[in-house]
């Protein structure tokens, strides 16, 4: 493969997106429920290749469709590089404050989360015991797929595309990226539903006008008059040196390099110890220890780095740029054979997640919120059903103004969720668990951790709320 077509790929990529973008900007529907255009750019590239465009003898190159074998195989790998970037960014540049006031502030919600993201384990697995692999003769790492998909979303889904190689279940990765893609249009779209609900039925403590949001906001632009406050980050080294731009992706790779060197450590260690019995490291993806390893780098850089280096702002925008890259190469490449080869399987694990979220939301929420259960909970929804991105647009679109505590909570709380479950440690390592472990156990286990937070949120949080 070469360094031409490695190039061309990501142009062909880019003018995809633009294109998306375009189309957003002209279709009101899909304003309206603010689809992102890197979903739309994926769904076009796959109309266009050889899943689609190619099955009705369109071959422009060979393979089938507009694109080239050899860009679809980049594109296919592709995922696997952007999410560790994706996750090395998630810390890098932030301030990590105490436990204290993370727990005091976003408590609540890191509760109401964790036993979103453990009941997908349950549910999943459950499903997995009971239909998935006797009636359909799927892996039993099928039950992890729930959790992988919808809380950790289309780049843990393409992540982990090795990993589910590694177990032989191959086609867990284009039915773990086509759940994240019915998992983030249904998301915004139930989302809203919901927000519309609460304030006419008077749940929202704030929202009065649901309807009052301005076409700008629906189109994703930004007037010429309000660009200029609009920073993409601070420039904190002189370009004539080193531009600030490069200076921030060195740190992200220098975290996903410790990354790496830490999985290298646990595979020597298990190798040595219990290889020939039990193999978890070895199938374990990179993405999750890139954030252990940016971790490391802000908590160093923190104690001995006097000078601010480091702008956040900048950091999110290269973490934006590579989820945008990530959803149209990851949805550009599923394959829709073996989608249809599991659709009845594929739809009960939509149905279930989704019937999962929206219970706990209605049910459960509102009895572990102490105050502001609706703003609290609406963004935890988002981000169950398969993007962060679409649990902070839910919370402004519930709290325009910020008078809750529910946007502040929600970033406090992915300090205490993303390490662990939504793409963390729990879920990379999840599907190696199942099949070294055995699904009935890990289903013991995952249970015992949900009723766990179920009774924190009930007997604490639960407990503040009747008290105020």
Excluded at 215 to 244: F, P, Y
Excluded at 278 to 303: N, R, W
Excluded at 326 to 344: F, K, Q, W
């Amino acid at each position: 493969m070469s360094a031409e077509v490695v190039g061309f790929s990501f142009i062909i990529l880019g003018i995809l997106l633009i294109i998306g973008k375009w189309i957003r900007v002209a279709t009101p529907f899909l304003q309206s429920f603010f689809i992102p255009s890197s979903i739309i750019a994926g769904l076009l590239g796959l109309l266009l290749g050889p899943e689609v465009l190619g099955l009705f003898g369109v071959e422009v190159f060979e393979g089938g469709g507009l694109f080239p074998a050899p860009m679809i195989e980049v594109w296919e790998v592709l995922p696997e590089l952007l999410i560790s970037i994706i996750f090395a960014s998630l810390f890098i540049g932030k301030k990590v404050p105490n436990i204290k006031k993370i727990w005091k502030v976003a408590g609540p919600q890191i509760t109401f989360a964790h036993f979103l993201s453990w009941g997908q384990y349950v549910i999943g697995i459950t499903l997995a015991l009971v239909v998935l692999t006797p009636l359909f003769g799927m892996n039993p790492a099928a039950g992890a797929l729930l959790e992988i998909s919808f809380v950790g979303g289309h780049g843990t889904a393409a992540g982990l595309s090795g990993t589910f190689s590694g177990v032989g279940f191959e086609e867990g990765r284009d039915l773990a990226i086509g759940l994240a893609t019915v998992g983030v249009l249904t998301g915004v779209f139930l989302g809203i539903l919901l927000i519309n609900w609460a304030a006419r039925k008077g749940e929202t403590e704030i929202l009065n006008s649901p309807d009052d949001i301005s076409d700008e906001q629906k189109k994703g632009l930004i007037k010429k008059e309000d660009q200029q406050d609009m920073s993409a980050g601070n420039q904190t080294t002189r370009s004539e040196v080193i531009e600030t731009l490069t200076v921030h992706f060195a740190y992200i790779g220098v975290a996903i390099a410790i990354g790496y060197v830490i999985l290298e450590g646990f595979i020597l260690i298990e190798e040595a110890l219990w290889g020939e019995n039990m193999e978890l490291f070895v199938h374990l993806p990179l993405f999750p220890l890139a954030m252990v390893g940016a971790v490391i780098v802000q908590l160093v850089l923190s104690k001995f780095v006097k000078k601010s280096i480091l702008d956040r702002d900048l950091i999110t925008r290269i973490q934006g740029f590579a989820l945008d890259l990530l959803i149209v190469s990851a949805i550009a490449t599923l394959s829709l054979s073996v989608l249809g080869e599991y659709i009845v399987p594929f739809l009960l694990m939509s149905v279930a997640a989704i019937g999962w979220n929206i219970v706990a939301f209605i049910f459960i929420a509102p009895r572990i919120m102490p105050d502001y259960w609706f703003e609290r909970a609406i963004g935890d929804l988002g981000q169950a059903m398969g993007m962060s991105a679409a649990g902070l647009l839910l919370i402004k679109l519930a709290d325009p103004k910020d008078e809750s505590p529910a946007k502040e909570g929600f970033s406090y709380k992915q300090l205490m969720l993303d390490l662990i479950v939504g793409g963390g440690i729990v879920t990379a390592a999840s599907v190696p668990l199942i099949i070294a472990l055995g699904p009935v156990i890990t289903l013991i286990i995952a249970f015992v951790i949900m009723i766990s937070w179920l009774l924190l949120g009930l007997l604490y949080f639960g407990k503040k709320k009747s008290t105020q």
